[in-house]
């Protein structure tokens, strides 16, 4: 086997059941132990000039973008066929949408940045893995921006069905998922490691505070608590 072959099958067969079991047992793990770290550590209070602005924009950016992520790579090409939409139609909404909530991810990320990096206090106050997640993020969203002008040459949706194939092998437990990818642009390679490593340092840094977004949902579909009265049922 060559050097090649190998970090194809390490990279892109191996390495994803790695990041996906520290990000799941990580999360878990530190939500049992360290629950008082289980926040966001917000700066508003150091400074609160550009922070609604990057944080807005990073967030909807963000959002849209894992929803595109999940829904396009994880949803069965049946279910797209039930529902009308080519594998051509599905490329261009998602160069479309992917392009305008990266940009805006990218854009409020380059402010939280600045912000951070620009004001003292906020500086002294930031971890080194405060800056190292900042770092991987926008680099991972200019690869995903990068690889646009790329999926344009292959707007008959090719491309795109090899990475759907590929994660949903790698999610079902399914062989093959490697071949699907061996051959993509290396663009497409750094942009699928690089969000595999994201997951990989997830449960270390400030970013598990997204589970709590996840449970709001749960919590708003919560029961209607029962108050009684001192004097019983009114």
Not at 61 to 74: P, Q, Y
Not at 191 to 200: A, D, M
């Amino acid at each position: 086997m060559d050097i090649k072959t190998y970090l194809n099958q390490f990279l892109f067969g191996y390495y994803p059941y790695i990041c996906l079991a520290v990000f799941f047992l990580g999360s878990l793990i530190r939500f049992d132990r360290e629950q008082y770290t289980w926040k966001s550590d917000s700066s508003q209070l150091l400074r609160h000039g550009q922070l609604r602005w990057g944080s807005n924009l990073f967030h909807v950016g963000v959002l849209g973008i894992f929803a595109g992520h999940f829904t396009g790579l994880l949803t069965p090409l049946t279910v797209w066929h039930a529902l009308g939409v080519s594998p051509a139609e599905k490329q261009l909404t998602a160069i479309v949408g992917g392009g305008i909530f990266g940009l805006m991810c990218a854009v409020g990320l380059g402010i939280l940045i600045h912000r951070r990096l620009s004001d003292p206090r906020i500086r002294a106050s930031s971890r080194p893995v405060d800056i190292l997640i900042l770092a991987l993020l926008i680099a991972q969203v200019v690869l995903g921006l990068a690889g646009i002008p790329l999926s344009l040459q292959h707007m008959d949706g090719s491309e795109m069905l090899k990475f759907m194939g590929w994660a949903q092998r790698i999610w079902t437990f399914r062989g093959g998922a490697v071949e699907l990818v061996a051959n993509a642009s290396i663009v497409f390679k750094l942009h699928i490691v690089l969000g595999l490593t994201i997951f990989l340092v997830f449960p270390f840094t400030r970013l598990v505070h997204i589970w709590s977004g996840f449970a709001s949902v749960f919590y708003l579909l919560r029961p209607y608590q029962l108050v009684r009265g001192r004097g019983g049922n009114r």
